[in-house]
């Protein structure tokens, strides 16, 4: 759930219901897969020091991820970026953003065995939508090598509704 931060949690089944399990792997160490990934972490590093997923796989993080581009010269900044954000540098900010985010979530779902369905939700998703069905996210959420197959029969849907608030209600 990419938003402020980068919240990852996992439902188990114990037989008789659901139990919900918190974690804290927003703070994991950012795994690049690419070699623009693994630049963009190195550029990150000298900044930051420790990258976190959630460095680049949040509201802020896409912040983190257009500096990199921009100052690697990957895409030109329109000069009338303030009024409109739809440039090549924006584009290319948003499609490695679905890349990582797709990364993340089937790593978290191939660590919990999620073979159940992964829910990506958060208020970044849902405004990303058109881009997460574009394919980057879902070949990046599938690569993982010998369990690829197994990956691409995981069900993957992105939660449109604010959860949090859902959640907070249903408690």
Known sequence: APGTGLGEAFLGWDGTRYHAFPSEGGHADFAPATERETALLSYLRGRVGHVSVE??????????????????????????????????LSAAT???????????????????????????????????????RAGAFMRAFVRKGRMSDMMAGMPVH??????????AAVF
């Open 55 to 88: 460095r680049v796989c949040s509201g802020p993080g896409i912040l983190h991820i257009y500096e990199y581009l921009r100052a690697c010269g990957a895409a030109p900044e329109d000069a009338d970026l303030a009024e409109r954000l739809a440039g090549a």
């Open 94 to 132: 948003l499609g490695l953003f679905a890349d990582i985010l797709g990364a993340e979530a089937g790593n978290l779902a191939l660590k919990v065995l999620a073979t159940g369905g992964v829910y990506v939700a958060g208020g970044v998703s849902r405004h990303l939508l058109p881009l997460l």
């Open 158 to 167: 992105v939660v449109v509704r604010p959860a949090a608030i859902m959640g």
